[in-house]
């Protein structure tokens, strides 16, 4: 677990944690904000690829105190943005 883990470390296992909450809500809904229309397929995929990468990269971070498995936390967040506005282009 993360009791006795410096702080920093603890706090990126958090927001990785955070970040999965929220995408994965999201990711919830997007059949119904997308109409169920076929489109839909391309958000959800990029904010499951973001959610992975962003996410699991924090989780790697924070359980092996190891920064170098955070460098795919920027692919995943660069995803996850990319996941939100897809929502703009797909109409209902």
Request: charged share 10%; net charge positive; aromatic share 10%.
């Amino acid at each position: 677990g993360l009791i006795g883990k410096p702080e920093s470390f603890s706090n990126t296992f958090n927001t990785g944690a955070r970040m999965q909450l929220v995408h994965s809500a999201l990711l919830l809904a997007t059949p119904a904000i997308c109409g169920g229309k076929r489109a839909a397929n391309i958000p959800g995929a990029l904010l499951t690829i973001g959610m992975v990468l962003f996410s699991g990269s924090c989780y790697a971070v924070g359980v092996t105190e190891n920064r170098a498995y955070g460098k795919a936390a920027p692919i995943g967040g660069f995803a996850l943005m990319a996941g939100w506005l897809s929502f703009a282009f797909i109409r209902k």
